[in-house]
């Protein structure tokens, strides 16, 4: 590999939420470990390898230039987010007027309702849920309502297509949200499924927001399909958000962005947008997306994926072979394992809260699931270098599943 994705990286005092925050945000971040025992970060959903460096490389270029006044986007701004999409998932007909800047997806999110709904409306979410999709629509007076995701015989992850048509006529409902790939699931929806979907919404005239801030990240050769481009209908009735910062790790710098076709509905979430006077773009913020988007940024990705579809494969199969009562259905996208404990706290008298503390005492700082509507799940970041995969899970075996 042209990367190096196996460095280990001290992030203490390096602003890290994911390290700095241990044991001083309860009922948020995981408990500190015992004395003596270094933490392996694989909570908050950030990866632990260095970014591409041209993302680097253009912000410094950049900072050397001594004036950072008022702005507008520059054209390469646009050109690498069409060439990016164009790439990676085969967009056509994508341009510059279809792409806004959002601060961050879920803000865009709800951007996006207060155009097609009031207050009050209840909008239509698959569960297990993003626990960002239950505090924002909760903050924003929107009700929620949970159509759940069912196992199949092979341990799939699929929509209930019936239960999902029986809530959008009885309750009304018109404005949902997808989230391609899943998180926390981590499901790549497959064509057929994306398009029985948007037929629903067509059918009960639903407006769609799809969360696909997580579309270059899939694993085990699994493709990642647009929800606007399964048909006409499905074009004209969603507004997509994405982002670079899932891909790169580039949450701190702030920046996502939106697409939407449908000039009507651009038109006004532009609006909603504008109105807090505070979703606008920094200027860093805008050289790290050019940066990330590059050839390199390509090659980039493409060896994250093989770093990241191994860890999966390796934790998935560690899990099955050596924890038994622990259930996991094997992602296809994301980088986070979504995992289900409910047999084995059943079989050793134990509650989920008191399993994660076990976790983190150990130093594997997994995240509770249950905040997620994973009644007795733990979610588990697994970007970061494969030895402390091994590490995390043979620390797993030896002090808390098998102790």
């Not at 997806?105 to 979410?125: I, P, Q």
């Not at 399909?225 to 891909?247: C, G, H, L």
């Not at 970041?381 to 808390?400: G, K, M, T």
Request: glycine fraction near 8%; charge should be negative.
């Amino acid at each position: 590999m042209k990367y190096d994705f196996t460095a280990i990286i001290d992030r203490k005092g390096k602003d890290a939420i994911a390290v700095d925050a241990l044991g001083k945000k309860p009922g948020f971040a995981p408990d500190a470990p015992r004395e003596g025992v270094d933490p392996i970060p694989m909570w908050v959903a950030d990866m632990n390898f260095a970014v591409v460096p041209t993302v680097q490389e253009a912000i410094i270029e950049r900072a050397k230039h001594p004036c950072f006044g008022y702005f507008d986007p520059r054209e390469e701004y646009f050109d690498a987010i069409i060439r990016w999409h164009q790439l990676r998932n085969g967009v056509t007909g994508l341009r510059p007027e279809h792409i806004g800047y959002e601060n961050g997806v879920l803000g865009g999110v709800v951007s996006a309702l207060n155009v097609v709904c009031s207050r009050g409306d209840k909008v239509l979410v698959h569960s297990p849920t993003y626990v960002g999709f239950t505090l924002c629509l909760g903050n924003n007076g929107y009700e929620i309502v949970h159509s759940p995701l069912v196992l199949d015989r092979d341990g799939v992850w699929r929509m209930d297509f019936a239960d999902m048509e029986r809530k959008l006529s009885e309750g009304n409902i018109h404005a949902a949200i997808m989230c391609s790939p899943h998180n926390p699931c981590g499901r790549v929806w497959e064509r057929w499924e994306l398009e029985q979907a948007m037929e629903l919404y067509r059918k009960y005239d639903v407006f769609v927001i799809s969360d696909e801030i997580w579309s270059d990240l899939t694993l085990n050769g699994h493709r990642h399909i647009p929800t606007q481009s399964v048909s006409e209908d499905a074009r004209q009735r969603t507004a997509a958000f994405y982002a670079p910062s899932k891909t790169f790790s580039l949450a701190g710098l702030v920046g996502s962005y939106r697409i939407v076709y449908n000039k009507w509905w651009r038109d006004r979430i532009e609006k909603e947008s504008s109105l807090s006077h505070y979703n606008s773009m920094n200027v860093l913020s805008m050289y790290g997306l050019i940066g990330a988007y590059q050839p390199e940024g390509h090659q980039w990705v493409d060896e994250l994926l093989e770093v990241l579809s191994g860890n999966i494969n390796y934790a998935c199969d560690y899990i099955n072979a050596h924890f038994e009562g622990v259930e996991v259905s094997k992602p296809e996208g994301t980088y986070m394992l979504f995992v289900d404990c409910t047999k084995w706290c059943a079989a050793h008298g134990k509650t989920i809260l008191e399993l994660e503390k076990a976790c983190w005492n150990e130093g594997v700082m997994i995240q509770d699931g249950t905040m997620f509507h994973g009644p007795c799940h733990m979610r588990m970041n697994l970007a970061l270098p494969f030895s402390r995969v091994q590490e995390a899970f043979q620390r797993l075996d030896r002090y808390v599943f098998n102790a």
